[in-house]
């Protein structure tokens, strides 16, 4: 396995990859590409010599495309089409789970320094679905508060 920067005109999407995106989650993660600039690497693997097919990455290559990108870096893998077809859906479905909990402090602490609308605009969250965490923060403190005053020490 080896990253490489390659040209875009390079790389083809795969026509047999399933996966999409709405044109809401698109917007964000061109957002975040033009923020933060390209923090992933595609996936690629090799055809013949100066030919690559995208196995991870295809809505990120059309963005970079389309903000006037020459180059991606890319991790290049050589697999067989059976392979590259099964390494591509385990990219796509494995994702872990947030805990909410976690999440509702990460989310708290990000708003005390960023604008919600600067949150919304990278993130699939909308201003209800912050506004949920946030309660299940201030629940959470309001909890922790709650069970320290009861607390007894062991004899």
Known sequence: MK?????????????WNPNSRTPQMTMKLRESISRFDLVENLVARPLQPGAYEVLSGKQRLGILRDLGYSHAPCVVVELDDARARL?????????????????????????????????ISLLPETANSLQTLASMCSMRSRVSRKSSRFD????
């Open 152 to 155: 007894v020490a062991s004899p």
């Open 3 to 15: 990253v490489i920067d390659l040209p875009l005109d390079q790389i083809k999407e795969a026509p």
């Open 87 to 119: 390494l591509a859906q385990s990219l796509n479905r494995i994702q872990g789970e947030d805990d909410l909990g976690l999440k509702a402090e990460l989310m708290r602490k990000v708003l005390k320094q960023v604008p919600e609308g600067e949150v």
